[in-house]
């Protein structure tokens, strides 16, 4: 139902994006879509019409506006919950959840009280677990440092042993080859 339609069936109207009844995603910028819109007056052919009381007037409407409801879910966020009472870091968030926790009979009859955990909330037990996290990291990247230091140092001494066993065997060779240019050759 769009607001300003005074037709009881649909219409096809011309709508950019961001109006009422056509959110436009995937559109080029300016681009305009002809959608089929409902007017904004109730016939019989609607079962379900959600409305909002904007002004109360000298009665109550029974079972509407003459009992109060509490809003039965708060945030569960940390953070959120902080906005919400305006608390700072260092105030417990704890406290002020249970100023909307929910009391209730369950199906044996015990009173039994809800209340959301605590997402992202700062305890020393998740402060300890991130310095474990930060300890285990550095003691790893230390481990890591120490096997290339290792391994560095036996890629040297092999390189070193190889280069010495070739240079023996070069002397060797040249040995043998001047030896054998001394010796006459008999004919």
Avoid: W
């Avoid at 079962?47 to 109550?60: P, Q």
């Avoid at 015990?110 to 020393?124: D, F, M, Y």
């Avoid at 996290?133 to 001494?157: G, H, T």
């Amino acid at each position: 139902m769009k607001q300003g339609v005074l037709t009881p069936g649909r219409v096809r109207l011309l709508l950019h994006r961001g109006t009422p009844c056509f959110r436009g995603h995937g559109r080029r910028t300016g681009e305009r879509r002809r959608k089929s819109v409902r007017g904004c007056i109730v016939s019989q052919d609607l079962s379900v019409l959600n409305l909002v009381i904007v002004k109360k007037g000298e009665k109550d409407l029974p079972g509407l506006t003459d009992t109060e409801k509490p809003r039965m879910r708060g945030p569960k966020r940390a953070s959120k919950i902080r906005k919400l009472f305006n608390l700072g870091k260092d105030d417990d968030v704890r406290k002020y959840v249970n100023t909307y926790r929910r009391k209730f009979t369950n199906k044996k009859g015990k009173e039994v009280s809800k209340a959301p955990k605590i997402q992202r909330l700062v305890t020393p037990l998740t402060l300890q677990r991130k310095r474990a996290r930060i300890a285990d990291k550095k003691k790893r990247i230390a481990k890591a440092n120490a096997d290339a230091a290792e391994y560095q140092k036996l890629l040297a001494s092999r390189l070193k042993e190889q280069r010495d066993r070739r240079s023996e065997s070069l002397a060797k060779k040249r040995s043998r080859l001047s030896s054998a240019a001394a010796k006459p050759v008999a004919a």
